[in-house]
């Protein structure tokens, strides 16, 4: 809460001195304007895109940053080399790009990976061969909870919570629903947590899940309906989100609830996609800055995309965490040794040592430290859907619940809080 | 022509040099990421020589291969977290208790032929979707179904293949293993019997025959193969994931084996490595996995219509067509 | 014969009661209302997809898997002309046409070249075509949540408690009307009749002179048409998701079995049994979270009743 106050002012001010200005130039890393030449750092990406969704976003943006400091010096004279794959959403296809990424190539660390099942098909993978992987879109608990796996995006867990919190002291919800996928990493892990927060409250949340093979959600509705809860938590990829809004349109339920989502939902394509009917009664997490806020890192990221991504590349969430991610990292990268630059260990210790770094994309700082878990995002805002687009209800807020002690006290350690 | 029990076939010794091939030099030569592709092609190959010997012997369709797989998997990853066996009793486990598996299927099955029990066992592989998706696959949890939030242990690999490359080669060699149960199944009784009643039910049972024990029988080896193959994938990744276990995989995975040519060992092989290899080359080559699905359904299709004794009898017919050239040439 | 079917019937709705009430019991009469209201919405799309299958089944022999991605194809057509401001009408019938267009393409161009192979390799190249179609599908059109909305939507009556848009009910009255419909047509008209010939025996109609080509070519519009119907309900009413709607199939295939893959009525009514089923499982504690498994469960069940009594029959083809 309280760096979220500050920095709150700080984006404002920052707003207001951009507003009007011409694009900002994309500034990267030394910012030398000349190209790197030396040997290539090859760093590794993973991400999914299949049939169920494209997580590129992260690695396009975070490719697209790389770009921009090699072009602009690189790490003290020399490139990076990233080298994505695509796991297809498929588990074999997972392992297979984890071994040709980390066990076939010299790769220093991953970063941007934005997938489904990746983290937790090669978490293992990742603690043998002592990679450090900075992900950017991740979505199960693999990710927050293993040794070498540090996101920037908050997963559901966090906003879910962050969700219900506004919901609880803002809009008066004293029973969330929380609808999940029926998967133990995600669904039941997160709902899980968001009815420890409310029991913490005093008040009462259910999970109501739905079978990720099951193509219909009106049941899952009803179920959540019949539960009496007052405020419905729509823990859905965006797609069955939107089927379950329109679900519950066709029942005509918008008044009888509260509708609360995370951040899945804050897609400029949902306020469009929903339709009038849900105008200004939708609240959603957004765990990092709206793109409507224009801070200096939210302007060279567009920037950096503009010159150096592809016009498809998408503006979101996801895009913003994977060029954070690979900010993050190629400055963790210029403060080292420059002798050290190709050897894994000594990037991971580079990596763990992170602390303190800020952005305002991100309501805190973002930190590693040397802990089984990893969770640094933790703070957001809230964003209803309103006009056909988001309107900011909330400011950055710390999320309040039982779960990030052990986040509180690391931070403690590394003098944050 | 010599029946002995024995005696090698010339397509037996090209069996038998690949098998030697992909023991002996392909491990030294790939990469981990190749390991990984052709472990995994070893698994499915193992699976789909189990459905394509169905399909061949008996002409009955199983489209539930990769869920018996799921099946065997599933047993194999409970076993690894209760108990400290070792792998190969683990996998034993799994590979009986999918077979049983297999009978219980069989039976709605035994009255029913062609497109009926084809649909039956899409119905299991539906099912079975559902379950795993739904319970998911132990990792090490408490309960029944062993589940937790978050990644336990690996799965225990076998001792003697602890590295990549040797639990490649002993992927292989049970596969080989695999192929030679079938072989020996062919040459004894039961083949006998199946041959029958490919033939004819009638005429097997008029034959005093026991149809419905050879059936069931059929069944039970393609889930021990199925279920032996769960478990080595098992190995493989050190967990598993519902994804890999749709039943539009085991559809797929039907429609490869008769792609490959089901009579032949070798179409299993082709089969498999259709499967699992041609996705990552297609990947490296950098066609977009959308497009890939183009690419197989249109060979799915151009096989299926053009080949009906799929790629291996092609190659079979070629080979044949060479050698009966070169005889002529000598002559 | 007719006392043993009149069996089925009795057994059938003793069954469906004995279900609602099982798991209904101790629930709130309302709620139990919302959800054999919502079952009979998902179990109508079940039965149109199950009657376009058996449909085509009966005439051509052909099983097809590829229904569900040339409906996915349709739907994602009528959004993209709808999103490009396309009258909406327009952009319906599209949906349709692509259907249809996509259906009768295999019909006449690939599905001859199999006429004489086995019923299940002619089931499973038509898988290979919906991977071909859901490979295009979802290339041309990046994942993103979408909707598509008809404007029956907005319409809604209230039936026990629960507001059900008229689409729904469109739906539910389409699949009855259609079953009727094909029911007629089989039964009136020459091409009906020629059809039911092509489904008794193939070769006996072939040599009686009944233009196979044309009657098959009918076939596959009546079912690409379907098709394209199907996909579009399905998007609006369920989810518009390529991937979704083109596997929706194998639950079609599920109530086509209960109908033995040749009576409409029966599929009709498997169909709204299996929605209203797999709904009232949600009452259910400990069945709730595999409650898609129903379709599947009820597929089999039936097949194993149908089966009863019976022993290995040699004559006939599969």
Same mark, same amino acid.
């Given at each position: 809460?309280?760096?979220?106050?500050?920095?709150?002012?700080?984006?404002?001010?920052?707003?207001?001195?951009?507003?009007?200005?011409?694009?900002?130039?994309?500034?990267?890393?030394?910012?030398?304007?000349?190209?790197?030449?030396?040997?290539?750092?090859?760093?590794?990406?993973?991400?999914?895109?299949?049939?169920?969704?494209?997580?590129?976003?992260?690695?396009?943006?975070?490719?697209?940053?790389?770009?921009?400091?090699?072009?602009?010096?690189?790490?003290?004279?020399?490139?990076?080399?990233?080298?994505?794959?695509?796991?297809?959403?498929?588990?074999?296809?997972?392992?297979?790009?984890?071994?040709?990424?980390?066990?076939?190539?010299?790769?220093?660390?991953?970063?941007?990976?934005?997938?489904?099942?990746?983290?937790?098909?090669?978490?293992?993978?990742?603690?043998?061969?002592?990679?450090?992987?900075?992900?950017?879109?991740?979505?199960?608990?693999?990710?927050?909870?293993?040794?070498?796996?540090?996101?920037?995006?908050?997963?559901?867990?966090?906003?879910?919570?962050?969700?219900?919190?506004?919901?609880?002291?803002?809009?008066?919800?004293?029973?969330?629903?929380?609808?999940?996928?029926?998967?133990?990493?995600?669904?039941?892990?997160?709902?899980?947590?968001?009815?420890?927060?409310?029991?913490?409250?005093?008040?009462?949340?259910?999970?109501?899940?739905?079978?990720?093979?099951?193509?219909?959600?009106?049941?899952?509705?009803?179920?959540?309906?019949?539960?009496?809860?007052?405020?419905?938590?729509?823990?859905?990829?965006?797609?069955?989100?939107?089927?379950?809004?329109?679900?519950?349109?066709?029942?005509?339920?918008?008044?009888?609830?509260?509708?609360?989502?995370?951040?899945?939902?804050?897609?400029?394509?949902?306020?469009?996609?929903?339709?009038?009917?849900?105008?200004?009664?939708?609240?959603?997490?957004?765990?990092?800055?709206?793109?409507?806020?224009?801070?200096?890192?939210?302007?060279?990221?567009?920037?950096?995309?503009?010159?150096?991504?592809?016009?498809?590349?998408?503006?979101?969430?996801?895009?913003?965490?994977?060029?954070?991610? @690979?900010?993050?990292?190629?400055?963790?990268?210029?403060?080292?040794?420059?002798?050290?630059?190709?050897?894994?260990?000594?990037?991971?210790?580079?990596?763990?040592?992170?602390?303190?770094?800020?952005?305002?994309?991100?309501?805190?700082?973002?930190?590693?430290?040397?802990?089984?878990?990893?969770?640094?995002?933790?703070?957001?805002?809230?964003?209803?859907?309103?006009?056909?687009?988001?309107?900011?209800?909330?400011?950055?807020?710390?999320?309040?619940?039982?779960?990030?002690?052990?986040?509180?006290?690391?931070?403690?350690?590394?003098?944050?809080? | 022509?010599?029946?002995?029990?024995?005696?090698?076939?010339?397509?037996?010794?090209?069996?038998?040099?690949?098998?030697?091939?992909?023991?002996?030099?392909?491990?030294?030569?790939?990469?981990?990421?190749?390991?990984?592709?052709?472990?995994?092609?070893?698994?499915?190959?193992?699976?789909?020589?189990?459905?394509?010997?169905?399909?061949?012997?008996?002409?009955?369709?199983?489209?539930?291969?990769?869920?018996?797989?799921?099946?065997?998997?599933?047993?194999?990853?409970?076993?690894?977290?209760?108990?400290?066996?070792? +792998?190969?009793?683990?996998?034993?486990?799994?590979?009986?208790?999918?077979?049983?598996?297999?009978?219980?299927?069989?039976?709605?099955?035994?009255?029913?032929?062609?497109?009926?029990?084809?649909?039956?066992?899409?119905?299991?592989?539906?099912?079975?979707?559902?379950?795993?998706?739904?319970?998911?696959?132990?990792?090490?949890?408490?309960?029944?179904?062993?589940?937790?939030?978050?990644?336990?242990?690996?799965?225990?690999?076998?001792?003697?293949?602890?590295?990549?490359?040797?639990?490649?080669?002993?992927?292989?060699?049970?596969?080989?293993?695999?192929?030679?149960?079938?072989?020996?199944?062919?040459?004894?009784?039961?083949?006998?019997?199946?041959?029958?009643?490919?033939?004819?039910?009638?005429?097997?049972?008029? @034959?005093?025959?026991?149809?419905?024990?050879?059936?069931?029988?059929?069944?039970?080896?393609?889930?021990?193969?199925?279920?032996?193959?769960?478990?080595?994938?098992?190995?493989?990744?050190?967990?598993?994931?519902?994804?890999?276990?749709?039943?539009?995989?085991?559809?797929?995975? +039907?429609?490869?084996?008769?792609?490959?040519?089901?009579?032949?060992?070798?179409?299993?092989?082709?089969?498999?490595?259709?499967?699992?290899?041609?996705?990552?080359?297609?990947?490296?080559?950098?066609?977009?996995?959308?497009?890939?699905?183009?690419?197989?359904?249109?060979?799915?299709?151009?096989?299926?219509?053009?080949?009906?004794?799929?790629?291996?009898?092609?190659?079979?017919?070629?080979?044949?067509?060479?050698?009966?050239?070169?005889?002529?040439?000598?002559? | 014969?007719?006392?043993?079917?009149?069996?089925?019937?009795?057994?059938?709705?003793?069954?469906?009661?004995?279900?609602?009430?099982?798991?209904?019991?101790?629930?709130?009469?309302?709620?139990?209302?919302?959800?054999?209201?919502?079952?009979?919405?998902?179990?109508?799309?079940?039965?149109?997809?199950?009657?376009?299958?058996?449909?085509?089944?009966?005439?051509?022999?052909?099983?097809? +898997?590829?229904?569900?991605?040339?409906?996915?194809?349709?739907?994602?057509?009528?959004?993209?002309?709808?999103?490009?401001?396309?009258?909406?009408?327009?952009?319906?019938?599209?949906?349709?046409?692509?259907?249809?267009?996509?259906?009768?393409?295999?019909?006449?161009?690939?599905?001859?070249?199999?006429?004489?192979?086995?019923?299940?390799?002619?089931?499973?190249?038509?898988?290979?075509?919906?991977?071909?179609?859901?490979?295009?599908?979802?290339?041309?059109?990046?994942?993103?949540?979408?909707?598509?909305?008809?404007?029956?939507?907005?319409?809604?009556?209230?039936?026990?408690?629960?507001?059900?848009?008229?689409?729904?009910?469109?739906?539910?009255?389409?699949?009855?009307?259609?079953?009727?419909?094909?029911?007629?047509?089989?039964?009136?008209?020459?091409?009906?009749?020629?059809?039911?010939?092509?489904?008794?025996?193939?070769?006996?109609?072939?040599?009686?002179?009944?233009?196979?080509?044309?009657?098959?070519?009918? @076939?596959?519009?009546?079912?690409?048409?379907?098709?394209?119907?199907?996909?579009?309900?399905?998007?609006?009413?369920?989810?518009?998701?390529?991937?979704?709607?083109?596997?929706?199939?194998?639950?079609?295939?599920?109530?086509?079995?209960?109908?033995?893959?040749?009576?409409?009525?029966?599929?009709?009514?498997?169909?709204?049994?299996?929605?209203?089923?797999?709904?009232?499982?949600?009452?259910?504690?400990?069945?709730?979270?595999?409650?898609?498994?129903?379709?599947?469960?009820?597929?089999?069940?039936?097949?194993?009743?149908?089966?009863?009594?019976?022993?290995?029959?040699?004559?006939?083809?599969?």
């Amino acid at each position: 809460m309280r760096y979220g106050k500050t920095l709150g002012v700080a984006t404002a001010l920052v707003t207001l001195t951009m507003a009007g200005q011409a694009m900002a130039e994309a500034s990267c890393g030394m910012n030398t304007g000349e190209a790197a030449t030396g040997d290539p750092i090859i760093v590794g990406g993973i991400y999914g895109d299949a049939a169920p969704g494209d997580w590129s976003s992260s690695t396009d943006s975070a490719a697209a940053y790389f770009a921009c400091v090699n072009a602009n010096g690189g790490i003290n004279g020399r490139p990076i080399d990233y080298r994505v794959e695509n796991d297809q959403w498929n588990p074999e296809s997972a392992a297979q790009a984890a071994a040709l990424l980390v066990n076939d190539t010299p790769t220093v660390a991953m970063v941007g990976n934005g997938s489904f099942i990746e983290m937790a098909v090669n978490a293992n993978t990742y603690e043998e061969a002592g990679i450090m992987v900075m992900a950017s879109a991740c979505a199960i608990s693999e990710c927050f909870e293993t040794p070498n796996i540090v996101s920037t995006n908050q997963g559901p867990l966090p906003s879910n919570l962050g969700a219900a919190q506004y919901a609880v002291e803002e809009l008066g919800a004293t029973h969330t629903a929380c609808i999940g996928l029926n998967i133990p990493n995600n669904g039941i892990w997160s709902c899980g947590a968001v009815n420890d927060f409310m029991e913490s409250r005093g008040l009462q949340g259910t999970s109501v899940l739905i079978n990720p093979g099951a193509p219909d959600v009106n049941s899952a509705l009803l179920e959540a309906m019949a539960s009496g809860a007052d405020t419905i938590l729509i823990n859905q990829p965006a797609g069955i989100a939107l089927a379950i809004l329109s679900a519950a349109e066709e029942q005509d339920l918008r008044d009888q609830f509260i509708w609360i989502a995370p951040t899945p939902l804050y897609d400029l394509s949902v306020p469009e996609a929903v339709g009038d009917y849900w105008d200004g009664h939708v609240y959603v997490n957004a765990e990092l800055a709206p793109l409507n806020l224009e801070g200096p890192d939210a302007q060279n990221w567009v920037a950096v995309l503009d010159e150096y991504g592809n016009d498809d590349d998408p503006r979101d969430t996801f895009g913003q965490a994977g060029y954070l991610s @690979a900010r993050f990292f190629v400055d963790a990268m210029l403060e080292m040794d420059p002798a050290q630059l190709d050897d894994r260990a000594a990037v991971s210790d580079a990596i763990r040592g992170i602390s303190g770094y800020t952005s305002d994309l991100m309501c805190g700082p973002y930190y590693v430290g040397d802990a089984d878990f990893h969770m640094p995002n933790h703070a957001g805002y809230m964003v209803q859907i309103t006009g056909g687009s988001f309107e900011i209800v909330r400011e950055c807020y710390e999320y309040d619940s039982p779960y990030f002690e052990p986040h509180r006290a690391l931070e403690a350690e590394l003098g944050l809080n | 022509m010599d029946r002995s029990l024995f005696r090698i076939t010339r397509s037996g010794w090209a069996g038998l040099a690949l098998a030697a091939f992909a023991i002996v030099i392909l491990p030294s030569i790939s990469s981990r990421f190749w390991l990984s592709v052709f472990t995994s092609a070893g698994c499915f190959t193992i699976a789909i020589a189990g459905v394509a010997f169905m399909y061949a012997r008996l002409g009955m369709v199983s489209l539930t291969q990769v869920g018996l797989m799921g099946v065997g998997g599933w047993v194999a990853l409970r076993l690894n977290y209760a108990f400290d066996f070792p +792998f190969e009793v683990n996998m034993a486990l799994a590979a009986l208790t999918t077979m049983v598996f297999g009978w219980i299927l069989a039976l709605p099955a035994l009255r029913m032929r062609g497109l009926y029990l084809a649909l039956v066992t899409l119905m299991a592989a539906g099912g079975l979707e559902i379950i795993f998706a739904t319970f998911q696959f132990p990792n090490g949890g408490d309960g029944f179904w062993g589940v937790q939030t978050g990644s336990g242990e690996a799965f225990r690999r076998p001792w003697i293949a602890q590295s990549p490359e040797a639990y490649l080669r002993y992927v292989i060699a049970c596969a080989v293993l695999g192929f030679l149960l079938i072989e020996l199944h062919r040459r004894l009784q039961p083949g006998r019997a199946w041959a029958l009643i490919r033939r004819s039910e009638a005429a097997a049972m008029a @034959a005093g025959v026991n149809v419905t024990l050879y059936k069931t029988w059929a069944f039970g080896i393609a889930g021990l193969l199925g279920g032996g193959a769960g478990a080595l994938l098992a190995g493989s990744l050190g967990l598993l994931d519902d994804g890999t276990f749709r039943a539009s995989e085991s559809v797929l995975v +039907f429609a490869l084996a008769v792609v490959g040519g089901a009579r032949y060992w070798q179409g299993a092989v082709v089969a498999a490595l259709l499967y699992k290899v041609l996705p990552p080359l297609l990947n490296n080559w950098g066609v977009d996995a959308d497009l890939a699905y183009i690419i197989f359904g249109a060979g799915l299709l151009h096989a299926v219509i053009t080949a009906p004794d799929g790629i291996a009898g092609q190659i079979m017919g070629a080979v044949k067509g060479l050698s009966r050239r070169k005889e002529r040439a000598d002559a | 014969m007719t006392i043993a079917r009149f069996g089925n019937w009795i057994l059938w709705a003793v069954l469906m009661a004995l279900i609602i009430g099982w798991f209904g019991w101790g629930g709130r009469p309302q709620m139990i209302g919302l959800f054999i209201a919502s079952g009979l919405a998902v179990g109508s799309l079940y039965a149109l997809g199950g009657i376009g299958i058996v449909v085509l089944y009966r005439a051509t022999g052909v099983l097809n +898997f590829a229904g569900g991605a040339a409906g996915a194809a349709g739907a994602m057509t009528a959004w993209q002309l709808t999103d490009w401001g396309v009258w909406d009408p327009i952009s319906w019938i599209a949906c349709l046409a692509v259907a249809l267009a996509i259906t009768l393409f295999y019909g006449r161009l690939i599905a001859p070249r199999l006429a004489w192979r086995e019923t299940v390799v002619k089931a499973v190249a038509t898988l290979g075509f919906a991977l071909i179609i859901l490979g295009a599908v979802s290339f041309l059109w990046v994942d993103d949540p979408r909707s598509i909305s008809l404007p029956t939507d907005a319409i809604g009556v209230r039936i026990l408690g629960m507001r059900v848009t008229a689409t729904r009910l469109l739906v539910f009255f389409a699949s009855i009307g259609i079953v009727v419909g094909i029911w007629l047509f089989l039964a009136r008209t020459q091409i009906g009749l020629q059809m039911r010939a092509l489904a008794n025996d193939r070769d006996l109609a072939a040599l009686m002179g009944i233009p196979i080509l044309r009657v098959e070519t009918i @076939a596959w519009g009546i079912s690409g048409l379907l098709a394209g119907f199907t996909g579009l309900m399905f998007a609006d009413l369920i989810r518009l998701e390529p991937t979704i709607i083109t596997f929706m199939v194998i639950p079609s295939i599920a109530a086509a079995i209960c109908g033995r893959l040749e009576n409409l009525t029966v599929v009709l009514l498997g169909g709204l049994s299996m929605g209203v089923i797999e709904n009232m499982l949600t009452m259910s504690p400990m069945l709730r979270g595999v409650r898609p498994i129903a379709p599947f469960v009820i597929a089999a069940l039936v097949l194993l009743w149908y089966q009863r009594g019976s022993r290995l029959t040699f004559g006939g083809r599969d």
